[in-house]
C-alpha cells in the first residue's frame, strides 16, 4: 500500500484500524463469498460459505465481524451446517457460532458497511462499490478471520446491476445476465491469500486488455469519462512488471488488474487487481512509481505475507525499495540516490518525535504502522543489506526467500536466515540493531592533517550502540579523489589514514550506503 502525503492527515481523522487478536484454534481453508449489490440503497445481501478446520478441540468457531450498531454494521439472519441452523452470538466486532463439526458453514446476512466496502459517488458523480480492506477492514463487510496470518482460499460471486462492471480477486469465472435488471460476475482464485486483499469492484468501467505480459493477462480498468489518458497511464504496468517477473520470480497471481478506483489511500495492494486513487490518472504518468510500489506488493505482502502486523516493513518496507530498484534500473543510479536520501531524511525527521524501532508490537491501532519506520526505513535497511553482501548475494537472498514464503507467512527473522545462507555472514547484530532498536547513528568527526597523516575521530552521538562501514571520499587538489571506508564498532574511535597531502575537501558516505544523520 502507498500513502500519499496529502491523505496524512485524512488519515489521522479516519476512525482506527484497531488490533483484532489472532484465532490460532481455527484455520481456514476457503471463503465463498455471495453479495448481492443494489443501486436504491446501500445494503448488502450476504452469503459466506466457510470451509474450516479445528488446530485444536474446540466448539465455537470465532469469526471477526461487525454487528450492526446505529444503522451501519451487518445483521445475520442465519447460520446453516449440513443444512441445520446453528446457534450464535454476535456482537460488537465479533461472530461465534456454536460447533463441534469441522467442515462447511452458510452465513446468510444483511446490512450498511460500516466500512471496508465502500459505497460512494467517483469524481464524475457515478456510483461505485470497492472493497478496502487494509488493514482488518474486511470484517467490518465479510465474516472471517481479519489477520494476515490465516490465509485461505477465496471466490466471490457477485450479483450487480447490470450496468456495472466487476473486477475481483481471482480468475474470472462466469458472466451470467439474470434478468433485465442484474448480472451475475464469479471471480474464484485457487491460491491462498491473507483477507486484506481479496477485493471486489463495481462501477462502470472502460476496460483496455493489454495482452500476456510475462504469461500473465494485464489489463487497465478506469472511469470511461478519462479512457485515454487512464489506458495511456496504466500501460506503463507492461515494463514494471517485466522488471520485477525477471528479478524476483514469476508473477505469483492468474491476472494482473489495475483498477481507478476510490480507495482512501494511493493505492492498495488487492491480489491481482490493484485499486488506485481517482487522480492516479492524469494523462501524464506521474503514477509510474505509485504503480511500481504496489506491483512489487504482488510477491511482497499479498504472496509472501507477514506473519503478523508488528513485521509490516516485510511488506511496506519491499515495496518502497524495490520501486527504489526500479527506479536505478530504469533511469540510473542518480535517480536511485535521490530517492534515498528524501527516504533517509523522512526516516531521520520520524525518528525526532516518534521512539520505535521497525518491530513495533507495541501498536494497538494499525493505522500508526503507516509510517517511515514501515516504508522509508525498511527500505533502507534493505539497501545496506544490498550493500554489506553485495548485489549477487542479495538478489539470491530475495529469490531465496520468496521462493520459501509465497503464499506463506514470515517474520524477520526469516528474512535474516535467508540473507545468512546466501551470503555466508552472521547478521545477527545488523537485523538487531537495525530493526529491533530505535533510531539510527547520529554521527560527528572532527579531522586534521599533519606528518603526512590525516586523523579522523568519529563519534556517535546516539544513545543505542550501532556497528557499520562509514565511507569518506577525500579529494585533493590535482582533482583526485580517495574512498577510505572505516568499521566503526565503538561510540568514538580514532583512525589515522597515511596521505601524500591534505586534502581539499571531505564527503561523508559518498555512495549513499548508510543510513544517518548528522550529529553537532
Avoid: C
Amino acid at each position: 500500500m502507498k500513502r500519499i502525503f496529502f491523505l496524512l492527515s485524512i488519515l489521522n481523522i479516519l476512525a482506527p484500524a484497531l488490533l483484532l487478536a489472532q484465532n490460532p484454534k481455527v484455520d481456514i481453508q476457503e471463503y465463498e463469498f455471495h453479495l448481492k449489490l443494489n443501486d436504491n440503497n446501500d445494503i448488502i445481501e450476504g452469503k459466506t460459505l466457510i470451509d474450516f478446520k479445528y488446530t485444536e478441540g474446540a466448539d465455537v468457531l470465532e469469526l471477526d465481524f461487525a454487528a450492526e450498531e446505529n444503522g451501519k454494521g451487518m445483521q445475520v439472519d442465519k447460520i446453516l451446517q449440513n443444512g441445520k441452523r446453528l446457534d450464535f452470538k454476535h456482537s460488537g466486532e465479533k461472530l461465534n457460532i456454536s460447533t463441534t463439526a469441522e467442515g462447511e458453514v452458510t452465513i446468510y446476512y444483511h446490512g450498511i458497511p460500516e466500512d471496508g466496502l465502500i459505497i460512494s459517488e467517483n469524481k464524475y458523480g457515478d456510483r461505485t462499490f470497492f472493497g478496502d480492506n487494509w488493514p482488518n477492514r474486511a470484517h467490518l463487510w465479510l465474516p472471517l478471520i481479519d489477520h494476515p496470518s490465516d490465509k485461505a482460499k477465496v471466490s466471490f460471486h457477485v450479483t450487480a446491476p447490470s450496468k456495472y462492471q466487476v473486477v475481483a480477486t481471482g480468475t474470472l469465472q462466469e458472466v451470467t445476465n439474470l434478468d433485465d435488471d442484474n448480472s451475475l460476475y464469479v471471480y474464484a482464485s485457487p491460491l491462498e491469500l491473507p483477507t486484506k486483499v481479496m477485493v471486489i469492484g463495481v462501477a462502470e468501467f472502460a476496460v483496455q486488455h493489454l495482452g500476456e505480459i510475462a504469461e500473465i493477462p494485464l489489463s487497465s480498468w478506469v472511469y470511461p469519462e478519462n479512457k485515454e489518458a487512464g489506458f495511456f497511464d496504466y500501460a506503463q504496468a507492461e515494463r514494471i512488471l517485466n522488471y520485477f517477473t525477471e528479478k524476483i520470480g514469476p508473477f505469483p497471481f492468474t491476472k494482473l488488474a489495475n483498477v481507478q478506483s476510490t480507495t482512501r489511500y494511493g493505492g492498495m495492494e488487492n491480489a491481482g487487481n490493484i485499486f488506485y486513487f481517482e487522480n492516479s490518472v492524469d494523462g501524464k504518468r506521474t503514477s509510474e512509481f505509485l504503480m511500481a510500489h504496489e506491483i512489487a506488493h504482488q510477491w511482497f505482502g499479498d504472496s509472501a505475507s507477514e506473519s503478523d502486523w508488528s513485521h509490516l516493513w516485510l511488506s511496506e518496507g519491499f515495496a518502497t525499495y524495490f520501486t527504489d530498484l526500479y527506479a536505478e534500473d530504469q533511469y540510473g543510479k542518480s535517480k536511485l540516490n535521490e530517492k534515498l536520501w528524501e527516504e533517509r531524511q523522512q526516516v531521520i525527521d520520524f525518528s525526532k518525535t516518534t521512539k520505535t524501532a521497525i518491530i513495533d508490537s507495541s501498536r494497538t491501532d494499525l493505522m500508526e504502522l503507516l509510517n517511515p519506520n514501515s516504508y522509508q526505513k525498511g527500505a533502507w535497511v534493505l539497501h545496506m543489506l544490498r550493500r554489506k553482501v553485495g548485489d549477487e548475494n542479495f538478489w539470491k537472498a530475495i529469490q531465496q526467500y520468496y521462493q520459501k514464503y509465497k503464499f506463506s507467512n514470515a517474520t524477520s527473522a526469516d528474512l535474516e536466515v535467508e540473507f545468512e545462507a546466501a551470503s555466508g555472514e552472521d547478521l545477527d547484530q545488523f537485523f538487531k540493531q537495525w530493526t529491533t532498536q530505535y533510531g539510527q547513528p547520529k554521527i560527528k568527526y572532527d579531522h586534521k592533517f599533519e606528518d603526512g597523516k590525516w586523523k579522523v575521530t568519529i563519534q556517535q552521538l546516539q544513545k543505542n550502540h550501532f556497528e557499520f562501514p562509514l565511507e569518506f571520499e577525500l579529494r585533493f587538489y590535482d582533482h583526485t579523489s580517495k574512498i577510505i571506508e572505516f568499521d566503526i564498532t565503538k561510540k568514538k574511535e580514532t583512525f589515522e589514514v597515511e596521505l601524500q597531502e591534505e586534502p581539499v575537501s571531505i564527503s561523508l558516505d559518498p555512495y549513499t550506503n548508510l543510513l544517518f544523520e548528522m550529529g553537532h
